[in-house]
């Protein structure tokens, strides 16, 4: 794998991680448990990227976001308000982790780059 490639798949990775925390942010803001289910969706692009899936914590992150996923599901999207704030805590868990993630790999580009 040239490093093109290599640094593509973590801009993809990177761009995925956003979007994940953008769609758990929106479930905190709203309850809206679709939220919830986007972030799994997107999150299904780091489990089939080569480059993500070496990064620590994607696995983590990745097995959380099924679990949420499927307590919603598994509800009917019909939470009881101390699941809901389990959920909501997990969220914040799940936002936290994909921020560093993102962080760290901001960081690798910038040494890239050089600056």
Do not use: C, P
């Not at 992150?61 to 308000?81: D, P, Q």
């Amino acid at each position: 794998m040239s490093v093109g490639q290599r640094s593509a798949g973590l801009r993809e990775a990177w761009k995925a991680l956003r979007e994940i925390i953008a769609d758990l942010r929106g479930f905190l803001e709203t309850d809206d448990y679709r939220y919830v289910v986007a972030a799994h969706e997107r999150a299904q692009s780091l489990a089939s990227n080569s480059e993500a899936s070496e990064l620590s914590g994607v696995r983590d992150l990745l097995e959380n976001l099924r679990m949420m996923r499927k307590k919603v599901e598994g509800s009917g999207y019909r939470l009881s308000t101390i699941e809901h704030g389990l959920l909501a805590q997990q969220a914040v868990y799940v936002i936290s982790r994909s921020n560093i993630l993102a962080t760290g790999l901001e960081f690798r580009f910038k040494r890239a780059r050089g600056g």
